[in-house]
């Protein structure tokens, strides 16, 4: 069984920027790739970023692409996720989670077997 914790999340005034982390338990954890994904009031989870575990390949949609950053640390069993130029509109439940098996689809929310309790971020304009 892996179990995912995150941690970071916060209030911050739009333009400032925090890391969420992400860490990660359970015997021999060795996943695909980690995602991150948000969930907005009254709005659907969405992708936000995901890594390759081994080969460290990111991936982001364009709303964040240049302004957050996931990188992984292996040896921690733990993913990060940058968030810098935050605008209002980042405010969401920021959800980590694993994707044990190898798929093509790092923005597909059934592509994931395991997910944290997820953190509040909020950015006030």
């Known amino acids: 069984q892996v179990q995912l914790v995150e941690s970071g999340g916060g209030l911050v005034q739009a333009g400032g920027s925090l890391r969420l982390s992400c860490a990660a338990s359970?015997?021999?954890?060795?996943?695909?790739?980690m995602g991150w994904f948000r969930q907005a009031p009254g709005k659907e989870r969405e992708f936000v970023a995901a890594v390759t575990w081994y080969g460290g390949r990111t991936y982001y949609p364009d709303s964040v692409k240049g302004r957050f950053t996931i990188s992984r640390d292996n040896a921690k069993n733990t993913v990060y996720l940058q968030m810098n130029s935050l605008k209002p509109e980042d405010t969401a439940v920021y959800y980590c989670?694993?994707?044990?098996?190898?798929?093509?689809?790092?923005?597909?929310?059934?592509?994931?077997?395991?997910w944290g309790q997820g953190t509040q971020v909020t950015v006030s304009s």
């Open positions: 989670a694993a994707e044990i098996d190898y798929t093509p689809n790092y923005y597909h929310i059934p592509a994931y077997d395991y």
């Open positions: 359970g015997r021999s954890f060795s996943p695909a790739a």
